[in-house]
Structures are given as C-alpha cells and as structure tokens.
C-alpha cells in the first residue's frame, strides 16, 4: 500500500486529481519564481559588472577581461534582460586567452597629445589590454604617464623606446607575456593579437608586426603599425643591445626608432616573424584602413609597394580577418572602429571561431600553400565525421587545393625548363662575351703593353739625349771656363807687365827728374856762389 494511502484525505479517489494538479502546479510555480529570481540577479549583475568595466580602465595592471564591448552609453538605455541578452556576446574565449596570453600594451606619445590622442585610445582599445601603460616626456595623473626624461620630435623617438623598454624590463616581466608597442595614432584589436600570439612561446626570442624590407637584413616592423616583442626579446634588448654600442646604437638617441630597434633585435638573435594569416593576408598595417581596403587609394609607384617584405594587395584580399592593428587613425576614427569591430552585431550572421584550444594557422610559404600546423587535429576530425557539409566543403577545398597545386607544379616545371633554356642561352651568350671580352683585354693589354714600352724607349731616348746635351754643354762650358781664365789670365799678365813697364818708366823719370832737379840745384848753388863773389868784389 502506497504511503500516500494512509493518509485518510487520498483515501477519496474524487480528490486524487485535484490534488495532484494542485502539486504538480505548485511545483512549476515555484521552479518558474526561482528562474525568475535567477534571472533578475544575473542581468542587474552583468549589468553593474558591465558599467564599472566600462567606467574603469586596467591602465598599468592586469585586471580581468571587460565584459562590456558595447558602444558608450548603451550601458544606460532601458533593456528588459530578454533584449539585453540577445546583445551580450559571448566572451568565453576572449576571456580565456585574457589569462593565458597576458598583452602589456604601451604607448609612445607626448605632451601635447595627452588631451587629443592618447585618452581616446585610453577610452576605446587600450582597456582590452591587460596593462596599459603611456610613455611621455611629461607628468599626466589623468592617463595616467611613464616620464620619461627625453625631448619631443621624431629624433627623440629612438630614445624613447630604449628608456620605455628599460622601464618595462624593471617594472612588468612577471606581470605580462608579451609587450606591443603603438603610437598615439594606432587603432589595435588586442583579442585578435592574443589570438595570434598564442601559437607562439614567448620564452623564443622574436617580434612580429608589419615587415619593411630596407635598412635591416631580414626585415624590420614599422613602428607606426606597431610591433610585439617577445619576454626573451625584451630581455636581449635591454640586458644585450643596449650595453653594447658596437652591435646596437645605445650612446646616440636620435634615429629611426622601427629601424635602430630592428638592427639592435637582428645583432642578438631575435627572429623577426611572419605575422600574416594562412591566405598570406597582413595583420599589422601602417595606414589607415580606407588605404588598405580601397582598390587604387595607394598609387603604384608608392614607396610603401617597393618596401615590403612581403608583397600584399589592394583591396578586399588585403586584410586579415584576424587584422591586429592600423596607423594614422584620428581620434573620431577610433570611437567609429571601436563601435564597428565591437558593437555592430550584422542580423543573421554569427562570428564564427576555431574550436577553443586552436591556435591560428600559419602564414603561407614561400610558394603561397599553407605548412602543416599543430592545432585541435581531434576536434576536427570530429566535425568532419558529424557535419556532412563541412566535410564537404573541406573536400571541395582540398579538392580545389589540389589542382591549384598541380597546376601550380606544371607552371613551375614549365618555367623551370623555360629559365634552363634561357640560362643555356645566356651562358653560351657569356661565354662567347666572356671570350670576346678577354680577347679583346688581351689586345688592349698587348697594346697598353706597346705603348708602354714605347714610351719607356723614348723616355730611354729622351734621358739619353738629355744626358749628351748635358754633357756637351758642360764641355761646352768647360771650354768656355778655360778659355776665359786663359783670357783673365792673358789680360792679367798683361796687366802686370804694364804695370812693370810703368813702374820702370815712372823710375826712369823720377830718376830723371831727381838728376834735373839736382842739376837745378846745383846751377842755382853755382850762381848764388858766383854772385857771392861778385858782390865780394865789387865791395
């Protein structure tokens, strides 16, 4: 006999129905009331959750995944919980690779872009960053700033980083993974970027962005689009580059920052990487998206086409659906992107991703076909073996995969044996140019070689003659000499014999003179003495 038979109130068969109606009623009653309660809870839960996410930024440590990816003020409309729900995406995976792939995002500004530039990026994706940090030369509670004691201008921008990076490497190598770097112009999508990173183990040194070809062999990131260094890069830099000037410009702070880092990166061993998609489509981008995405907006003979690392198109086949970062956005421009990637919800199309644990594909090689890559292999496999029209459109891929590479492989082989044919002309071109060429060298040696001893005979001649003509005109003046002194002596002896002569003369004459005087005298003594006399006799 049932228990409920013993009480004398179901005894009565009238009653049974009406009293099990009566329970069964009660019971969905009061399971209704708790759904109800339980619902009414959540919603102004989410709801507060939602504000206070929104109000309060994870600026300078790592907080948890904002669940409000609305545009502003939607927070404050009036939504029953049925219309708020069909607008509350689902964040699970985000949030997951929230805490997994830990992204410290900092930002290179100054002090008269506080107020224009850098709070809106505060105010749009910086607060999807698990830190946010901005280096400035200026003190700013409001953001708030790192200051750091360097000047404004592009020649300063080099010595920003080094200092930035240095206080990064002190401050937040437990706190975060990996490390990105923007302007206070960069629009980013940090989801997509953790997306991206987590195939990747940061302990590897290596960095990633929007690849230039000049400057740095092997690529550098163009520091405008942005670029992610790697926790082992970071180390390098700092604990490596910068203590050593002859591998890394660490005395000087003028520069191309994007350049001087990526010589500083290559000299220690940081791999710079492949950042597109399977379909070989950009993430980074160092223009705004209208540039990208509109067909003929880059003309092109622009220098951004001959600087790629990879070469990428114009248009709707340009950008990765997982794209992680644009330039030149305006400060309008990244209120209108925020709301686009994060509120616009297209009716009737879902935003599908991997299963969760995959990681992205990687990007394609050299001959543009993906390389095998490790992801959710098991998951896969199943949803080929459940869903036949995925399967089916697996197949048509590797179907269509397959004659792309066929004809790829025929084209190849084709041009292989065009270029071998080429190459057999052009060696036999070469070698008969090459031939000529020598032959031809040969002759002009042989001739430079004639001309060379000709010239050297009659510079043997010209010597010779020189030395004759020297000789003969100092026989000449030999001759001269002696005949001038024979000359000088001639008319010295000359002289001298004149002299003797006059000498004898002038002698003779005072000799003569002497004898006339003394005759002179002698009369003149005669003729006083005779005319003593005659005076003695006439007295």
Not at 152 to 168: D, N, S, V
């Amino acid at each position: 006999m049932s228990p409920l038979r013993r009480i004398p109130l179901f005894r009565n068969s009238r009653l049974r129905p009406f009293l099990a109606s009566l329970a069964t009623g009660a019971l969905f009653g009061f399971m209704f009331s708790f759904y109800v309660v339980g619902v009414s809870r959540r919603y102004n839960l989410v709801q507060k959750e939602d504000k206070e996410s929104f109000s309060e930024v994870p600026t300078g440590k790592s907080g948890s995944y904002p669940v409000f990816t609305l545009a502003p003020g939607f927070e404050q409309t009036n939504q029953t919980g049925r219309e708020w729900s069909r607008y509350q995406p689902d964040v699970s995976v985000a949030s997951e690779l929230y805490q997994k792939v830990r992204l410290l995002c900092w930002v290179l500004t100054g002090a008269e872009n506080h107020e224009k530039k850098a709070k809106h990026i505060k105010a749009t994706w910086g607060k999807r960053c698990n830190i946010l940090l901005f280096m400035s030369s200026k003190q700013d509670d409001s953001l708030p700033t790192v200051p750091i004691p360097m000047g404004e201008g592009r020649q300063k921008l080099w010595g920003k980083t080094k200092e930035a990076f240095k206080y990064i490497y002190e401050n937040y190598m437990d706190k975060a993974d990996w490390f990105f770097k923007a302007d206070d112009d960069t629009f980013a999508i940090p989801e997509n970027a953790r997306y991206f990173l987590s195939r990747y183990d940061t302990n590897e040194p290596m960095w990633f962005g929007c690849r230039f070809s000049m400057h740095v062999k092997g690529g550098y990131m163009s520091g405008g689009a942005g670029y992610i260094l790697s926790k082992e890069a970071v180390k390098r830099f700092v604990t490596i580059s910068l203590k050593n000037i002859t591998i890394c410009k660490a005395d000087d702070h003028t520069g191309a920052e994007d350049a001087e880092l990526g010589k500083c990166l290559k000299n220690v061993g940081v791999s710079a990487k492949d950042s597109r998609d399977e379909y070989g489509r950009d993430r980074f981008f160092p223009f705004h998206p209208s540039h990208h995405v509109t067909p003929g907006n880059m003309s092109k003979d622009y220098w951004y086409w001959n600087s790629q690392y990879y070469k990428s198109k114009q248009g709707e086949g340009c950008c990765s659906d997982t794209a992680i970062s644009f330039h030149y956005v305006s400060p309008n421009d990244l209120y209108v992107l925020n709301y686009l990637v994060y509120g616009v919800k297209p009716y009737g199309i879902g935003l599908p991703h991997y299963p969760k644990g995959w990681t992205p594909p990687p990007p394609p090689d050299e001959e543009g076909t993906a390389k095998p890559w490790i992801g959710a292999k098991k998951e896969y496999e199943e949803r080929l073996k459940s869903d036949p029209e995925f399967k089916k459109v697996e197949e048509e891929k590797e179907r269509k995969a397959k004659e792309k590479r066929q004809k790829e492989e025929q084209e190849k082989i084709r041009k292989e044996e065009e270029d071998k044919k080429k190459h057999d002309q052009q060696r036999l071109t070469d070698e008969a140019k090459k031939k000529e060429d020598e032959n031809n060298k040969k002759e002009e040696e042989n001739k430079k070689k004639e001309e060379e001893n000709k010239h050297k005979e009659e510079e043997k001649q010209k010597l010779e003659e020189d030395k004759n003509e020297k000789k003969k005109e100092g026989e000449e003046n030999k001759k001269s000499e002696e005949n001038e002194k024979k000359e000088q002596d001639t008319k010295k002896k000359r002289r001298e014999d004149e002299t003797e002569i006059n000498e004898e003369e002038r002698k003779k004459q005072d000799k003569e003179k002497k004898v006339k005087n003394e005759e002179r005298n002698k009369e003149k003594i005669l003729k006083e003495e005779k005319m003593t006399n005659n005076d003695k006799k006439n007295k």
